[in-house]
């Protein structure tokens, strides 16, 4: 077993692990590491793990120390210069008349490489804007051509929820999500009531996925013939995560609901009596 300590280079970022060497390192430190020979600095968001040496790559660096005042003010500097790269690069974009869209500048901590996330339609020629970019800020030029999940992961909002975007608050890589889900979790299958601002399926749907399979384990499916302390009837609705159950009587009108603990332990005791 090998411990490591986990960085994100950016909030809700993946997750790289390097080792501590003989330094301890707590949660939120402010971390210089080397990846991939250029200086980043990263934040820790997993303090220490053990892994099997086969589940990791096969170099592992070793993070460099934490990270010093000064090196905190070349950051905010950098941070400060890609902004205006990010303005600089949008108007060459404009001049050029390519079809695209910059969407975040960013430098590595040593300033060896500035690299600038862009979307499109399709692919793009930007060899000529790579050269415009290179004479103006004078060091290696990547561009990067995202999708659109990772742009709504960049730029960051509030969701249909009124909550921050998870994708840009903490979770760390995406995952797959399919309309099966949504069908499970009984909700409309409107696109525009189950797609999130980049226009994909909500995020949440997957990691909230687990606790409806669990909850429908569980509670009776639709249709079924129960017993209840008001007598037997059809469940006719659920609410999986509140456990309430939506049973149509004989001779009444509307269903009654039943909160599914209460209701079960009581068809349990009755079951023991018989």
């Known amino acids: 077993m090998v411990e490591v300590v986990g960085v994100r280079y950016r909030d809700a970022g993946h997750i790289y692990y390097f080792t501590p060497g003989d330094s301890e ?4 430190d402010k971390v210089l590491v080397e990846s991939q020979q250029t200086l980043h600095i990263a934040t ?23 990270v010093t005042p000064a090196e905190l003010k070349i ?5 400060d210069d890609a902004l205006r790269a990010f303005t600089i ?38 060899r000529e804007l790579v050269k415009d970019l ?28 009124g909550r921050p975007l998870c994708c840009s608050s903490f979770l760390g890589d995406f995952v797959p999500v399919s309309i099966k889900m949504a069908k499970e979790q009984g909700l409309s ?9 980049c226009g994909r399926l909500m995020c949440c749907l997957q990691y909230e996925s687990e606790a409806y399979e669990e909850a429908k384990k569980e509670l009776p499916d639709f249709g079924t013939m129960i017993e209840t302390p008001d007598g037997k009837g059809k ?15 004989k001779g009444l009108e509307n269903p009654v609901e039943y909160e599914w603990d209460e209701l079960k332990n009581a068809i349990e005791v009755g079951e023991m009596n018989g």
């Open 89 to 126: 690069a949008k108007e060459k974009v404009k001049a050029r008349q390519l079809e695209m869209k910059i969407i975040r500048a960013a430098y590595t901590f040593d300033r060896s490489k500035l690299t600038f996330s862009f979307t499109a339609d399709g692919r793009i020629d930007f």
């Open 25 to 28: 390192y707590g949660y939120n």
């Open 44 to 66: 820790v968001a997993v303090p220490k793990k053990e892994f099997d040496l086969e589940d990791l790559p096969e170099t592992v660096n070793r993070i460099l120390h934490k």
């Open 189 to 197: 299958l409107n696109p525009a009531k189950i797609s999130g601002l």
């Open 134 to 161: 290179a004479a103006v800020f004078r060091t290696r030029i990547e561009l990067q051509q995202i999708g659109v999940r990772d742009e709504a992961k960049m730029i960051g909002s509030i969701g249909p929820c």
């Open 235 to 249: 469940v006719v609705g659920l609410n999986l995560l509140s456990r309430i159950v939506s049973v149509r009587l």
């Open 75 to 79: 950051s905010k500097k950098n941070q």
